[in-house]
């Protein structure tokens, strides 16, 4: 993966930080790809550009020998421009030679012009190396100089830096940690060592390649070299390595004398060798300081001092202590001081010499060299000048070394009185008494650490009890006396408490003794902290900023203040107010610390222990705004891992948008991979190749997300076998295909055989990311089956790692749906209520969002219990794909559209299962009305003609089909003349045809009504029957009123405002060439349309403009012949616009009624509203029980 460096991230000053975004990243896994994917050719053409002289490596490596080279022959002025080719006449090569060993080599062609010459030079210069410098020459000779053979001159000059740049170097007094017993340590060794001895020990450098390529490497040892040269060296970014290498090399080129062998340029490129990086380093052991340089103390300005140091080792080394006093030292009397090099950031030992008058060295007991605060003791053994000369590493500190004039043993004369002779014996007391040691004679001693002091008198006569210690508070300190011999004492005292102690010696001039007891540094050197609340960007106000602190594996006792947890966690906010912080020990040696800002800004948070900073405190904080995000991130690689394994997790942004990108900080480069899901989501994975703390940081928008950034702890990888490649997981638990309901336990296993040993993690969140309990059992074989029940209706995603490490496949996600509940499904819409007509199409909506997840099967039978063909619709299908029906309202999900177009009339039932149970509403009965349109009768009385007393009379029917009515359906009453009735017989000729056969056994008027359902088909039909002897009598006198016009039709009864309203009149029983008048009156005037069937009927159609009221009634007036007809005049009902309007759903829906406190919905339908030219608006008010209207939901 490439390594996008950039200022949008800060760093702490002790971590490597990988950064990238994800689109990057995901491009460049197309660039990485495994060696097994490709090609024999592919593969041979890579490790051809690896091995070529073109490498990256290489040319790099060609540079830095081609300019050491120069560095050295710029004192013959004889500069070569390519090592390939201008040594091959031997000229440069024999200079060069010449410059290195500071000897003259033998005789040699100075004009070379012939090949045989050129090798002649050059085998004089190998001759020499080999024979006079007895430097070993592998595989090389002077014909591959001659021929350029560029590979092996590289290693030529290799071994001439080997030799004369680094193995010649001054660091042989630095020991090698890693040296073999028996067997020299070689020059890279010897170089390593040294690096990591100048280095401060928070700077883990471990190569000579990746670990110097963010250029803060290269700025401590700088700083190392001359302590204030670059200080701010750990406040620079890991993200601008060229920045930082820069300003580090140009410091060290133009104050320590460092040539810059490599360029900034090539020491950040990751493709940068060991050899190039370690003759550019071997120049440090040997630079000197320039004077005049500006260098500064931490968090002073540049101008604050000149640089205090002799050398380049020299530094802010302090030395203090009665030792080096030039005055107060004594004969026989032991005496010390300390060297304190903690703030040099220089791990190196500490050596000194006592010198004596005479020029001797005297012993120097340098107590644990390697410490920041050493202690040294020695004991004068003559009077006379001293001189201390110390050292921190091969370099003398400043003001070494440091004089002290030693005098002989004060004598203390004691004067006696003249007495009387006495009467009886009188103790003597001693002439003189002294007081030595370092309980007594040091300018500080550290607190709760031992010390010792001896008081001496010229004869007998001591008293252990007459000495006493009083801390700072006046409490007496445990005094532990032993007699040495009849004129000595040694005392020993452990100090509590910080601050000035007094030591009360009666008979001693100097006494009492005054002694500051401080804090030692030692304990607070062996702390450390970590979490995210001292990390220095990704803490937002108001969240929870916890970090850990590790204390020294020592028992519980008195701190520094006199009393209590040594440890002390002050937080500073932006205000300089101190934030509360607390502090809870969690082990012997483990510290859980927490607060919780609650302004934007810096923040600092200090830790002492043993009233003494611990590393790397004060840490600072940059507190930013709190801020709401949808995205979010798990997976074990936000909390763990192993040396060595991927450490995944997983981002999910939710539908939020911005720029998505990662950075990774830690005690090692690490490699970041990252896949896009393609669904929102991304994959990321990054290689840790060390172990310790890392940081990983999720931005967007160059802010850490909320939480961002988490903290992962990475172990070392165990010998232990441990490959969580090979575990495996499987079971129907996180089968992406299957569907779990909540409620319902579902399980997994995982078979963890040949992964070696491990822990096993086992986690599950729902899409809220709120954790679901799982049940992990441990089968004794292997295997574990883990167990959880999903709880909310939500896709779950199951996180599974083995070992800290991510198995195969993790995270798996599986989708979960509500359980089934088929009382909350209900059913509403036209196709379900009256008015349901033959041919003509309907819908219904079968409703589920309440009642879960599950298979909708709907049914309907007709009268024949037929099925019904039936058109279901989701929400998943877009209106336009479905045939007719279409769906009138807008579907949600868990809705279902049903549609059909019903061919018979007559009850039909609908029935619905949901989750294999029938739902409690289903079924329904839906009547389904003929097409009385399509109904045609044939017959006598149709055509207005008599018929004869006792013939058989046949009516037919026909269009019964068209109707959706079955014949066998069809039923006839005929009223008889004399007023009773008869059922006609119903023959049915056809599927569309019936006949209808009735008798007339008297004369008169007979009315037959064909019926189906017990409805009628049509309008009656008079049938007038006639005795033989009377032909011409058309009509029954009795029964003329049959005979007269009649109309029927809906528009004589209601009507609607704007839409055609029709009746028909029959004016086929009525006297020929009658004169029919129809009027409309009302409150607007009403234009009438007639239309003549032709057949003794004529349609008549009105448009009405305004609606009827009481006071304003529609009139219809139907005369015939100037005689109304029978009904005239009629009114009917005109209703206005928003009468056709239908509502219906369950909102609206008295038979399933509505839960309270739970939304509900319902659709209206104004399709029949639709008059062209006129705009349709709809309100909506509802009510509550107490009058308050509801408000609807958008």
Not at 676 to 697: I, L, M
Not at 940 to 967: C, E, F, I, M, T
Not at 1030 to 1040: G, K, L
Not at 1123 to 1150: C, M, N, Q, T, W
Request: proline content about 11%; glycine content about 8%.
């Amino acid at each position: 993966a490439t390594i996008d460096y950039n200022d949008s991230s800060n760093a702490s000053p002790q971590m490597y930080t990988t950064s990238g975004s994800a689109a990057a990243a995901a491009a460049m896994m197309d660039d990485d790809l495994p060696e097994f994917d490709r090609t024999e050719e592919e593969y041979a053409d890579e490790m051809q550009r690896e091995l070529g002289d073109d490498a990256p490596w290489k040319r790099i490596q060609q540079n830095t020998f081609t300019r050491w080279a120069n560095e050295h022959l710029k004192l013959l002025n004889r500069p070569v421009n390519d090592l390939q080719h201008d040594l091959s006449d031997g000229l440069a090569l024999i200079g060069l030679i010449e410059v290195l060993s500071q000897r003259k080599l033998p005789r040699h062609n100075r004009r070379p012009s012939f090949r045989s010459q050129k090798l002649e030079n050059v085998s004089v210069a190998l001759d020499f190396l080999e024979n006079v410098e007895h430097i070993k020459l592998v595989n090389i000779d002077a014909s591959h100089i001659v021929d350029g053979r560029l590979k092996l001159i590289l290693g030529l000059i290799w071994t001439l830096i080997l030799h004369y740049s680094i193995q010649l170097s001054t660091w042989e007094c630095v020991p090698v940690d890693d040296e073999i017993p028996g067997r020299d340590p070689t020059p890279k060794q010897k170089l390593m060592n040294w690096v990591k001895n100048m280095l401060p020990p928070n700077l883990p450098i471990n190569n000579f390649t990746t670990d110097w390529n963010d250029g803060r490497a290269i700025g401590a040892l700088v700083d190392a070299c001359a302590p204030g040269l670059y200080p701010d060296w750990e406040k620079q970014d890991p993200k601008t390595p060229l920045r930082n290498a820069k300003s580090a090399m140009d410091l060290a080129e133009e104050w320590l004398g460092v040539p810059q062998l490599i360029r900034p340029d090539e020491m950040v490129d990751p493709n940068v060798d060991d050899r190039s990086m370690m003759t550019y380093l071997s120049q440090f052991p040997n630079a000197k300081l320039k004077p005049g340089a500006p260098a500064t103390r931490r968090g002073e300005p540049p101008q604050a001092r000149q640089a205090e140091a002799r050398g380049p080792r020299a530094g802010p080394v302090r030395c203090y202590g009665k030792g080096i006093e030039p005055t107060g030292n004594f004969v026989d009397e032991p005496t010390k001081f300390f060297v304190d090099t903690s703030k040099t950031g220089i791990r190196a030992p500490v050596s000194v010499r006592v010198i004596n008058p005479q020029g001797q060295q005297e012993a120097c007991q340098v107590r644990s060299p390697d410490a920041d605060v050493v202690e040294c003791v020695y004991c004068p053994t003559m009077e006379g000048p001293y001189r201390i000369i110390v050292r921190h590493g091969p370099e003398e500190v400043p003001h070494s070394p440091f004089p002290t004039l030693v005098k002989g043993p004060e004598q203390v004369n004691i004067r006696q009185q003249q007495q009387e002779p006495p009467q009886r014996p009188v103790e003597t007391r001693p002439r003189w008494k002294k007081a030595y040691g370092p309980g007594v004679g040091s300018d500080s001693l550290p607190v709760n650490k031992p010390t010792w002091f001896e008081v001496e008198a010229s004869s007998g006569g001591l008293s252990p009890s007459e000495v006493s210690v009083l801390s700072p508070t006046g409490q007496p300190v445990p005094l532990k006396a032993a007699q040495i011999s009849p004129n000595k004492v040694r005392y020993e005292y452990t100090p509590t408490e910080v601050g000035t102690h007094r030591i009360d010696i009666p008979d001693v001039p100097q006494a009492p003794y005054l002694v500051d007891v401080v804090a030692d540094p030692f304990l607070a050197k062996q702390c450390r902290a970590y979490g995210r609340g001292i990390q220095p960007v990704g803490m937002r106000t108001g969240d929870v900023a916890d970090f850990v602190v590790v204390t020294p594996d020592l028992p519980a006792r008195r701190g520094s203040s006199g009393g209590g947890d040594p440890l002390k966690v002050t937080v500073k906010g932006p205000d300089s107010f101190e934030v509360p912080c607390r502090t809870q020990q969690s082990s012997q040696q483990s510290h859980e610390c927490a607060y919780v800002p609650q302004k934007a800004g810096p923040h600092q948070v200090n830790v002492d222990y043993d009233g003494c900073p611990i590393p790397q405190s004060p840490f600072d904080v940059m507190v930013a705004p709190h801020k709401e995000s949808k995205i979010r991130a798990y997976g074990p690689g936000l909390e763990g891992g192993v040396v060595g394994h991927p450490a995944d997790f997983v981002v999910e942004t939710n539908d939020e948008t911005g720029a998505l990108g990662f950075s990774i900080e830690g005690p090692s480069e690490t490699k970041i991979e990252c896949s896009d899901n393609g669904d929102g989501s991304a994959n990321v994975r990054y290689w840790p190749t060390a172990p310790g703390e890392y940081a990983v940081h999720i931005v967007t928008n160059d802010e850490d997300i909320p939480n961002s950034p988490y903290m992962a702890w990475i172990d070392q990888a165990s010998d232990g076998g441990l490959n969580p490649a090979k575990v495996r997981a499987y079971g129907p638990g996180i089968d992406p295909g299957k569907l779990h309901t909540v409620g319902r336990a579902t399980e997994f296993t995982v078979d963890t055989r040949l992964a070696g040993p491990g822990n096993l993690k086992v986690s599950c969140n729902d899409a809220d990311y709120k954790a679901v309990d799982v049940q992990v059992r441990d089968n004794k074989n292997g295997t574990h089956t883990c167990r959880y029940v999903p709880v909310s209706p939500t896709p779950h995603t199951i996180t599974i790692s083995y070992g800290q490490v991510a198995v195969p496949g993790s995270p798996f996600k599986v989708n979960v749906q509500e359980p089934s509940d088929p009382r909350r499904v209900s059913m509403y819409g036209p196709g379900l209520e009256d008015g349901v007509e033959v041919n003509r199409d309907t819908f219904f909506v079968v409703d589920c969002r309440d009642a879960g997840s599950g298979d909708v099967d709907v049914a309907m039978l007709d009268p024949r219990n037929e099925d019904v063909k039936l058109t279901m619709i989701d929400s998943s299908r877009p209106a336009a794909t479905t045939t007719s029906p279409q769906p009138r309202i807008q579907l949600d999900p868990g809705q279902y559209y049903v549609g059909y177009t019903p061919k018979r009339a007559g009850p039909h039932v609908v029935s619905v299962i949901f989750a294999g149970e029938e739902i409690p509403q289903s079924p329904i009965d839906v009547n389904v009305k003929p097409d009385l349109s399509q109904i045609r009768v044939e017959g006598p009385g149709v055509s207005g003609k008599p018929v004869s007393v006792d013939d058989p009379q046949k009516l037919q029917v026909h269009g019964l089909r068209r109707a959706g009515l079955d014949p066998s359906a069809i039923s006839c009453r005929v009223s008889q003349p004399n007023g009773g009735e008869s059922a006609g017989l119903v023959d049915p000729v056809s599927a569309d045809s019936a006949n209808v056969n009735f008798d007339t056994p008297e004369p008169g008027s007979y009315v037959v009504q064909p019926m189906a359902a017990g409805a009628p088909l049509c309008v009656p039909v008079v049938v007038n029957a006639a005795a033989p002897s009377e032909p011409s009598r058309r009509y029954s006198p009795p029964r003329r009123a049959a005979a007269e016009p009649s109309a029927y039709g809906p528009g004589l009864n209601e009507a609607t405002v704007n839409h055609p309203a029709q009746f028909t009149v029959d004016t086929r029983g009525a006297a020929p060439d009658g004169q029919l008048k129809v009027t409309v009156e009302g409150p607007a005037e009403t234009p009438i349309e007639y239309s003549d069937n032709q057949d003794g009927t004529c349609l008549v159609t009105y448009t009405p403009t305004l609606a009827s009221s009481p006071q304003s009634p529609y009139m219809i007036n139907i005369t015939y012949n100037n005689v109304d007809i029978p009904g005239s005049p009629f009114y009917p009902d005109v209703k206005p616009l928003p009468a056709l309007a239908r509502a219906f759903g369950p909102g609206v829906d008295e038979r399933n009624g509505i839960r309270s406190g739970s939304a509900t919905s319902f659709s209206v339908d104004t399709s029949k509203c639709n008059v062209p030219g006129t705009k349709i608006q709809v309100n909506i008010i509802g009510l509550n029980p107490v009058g308050h209207e509801l408000m609807p939901i958008p």
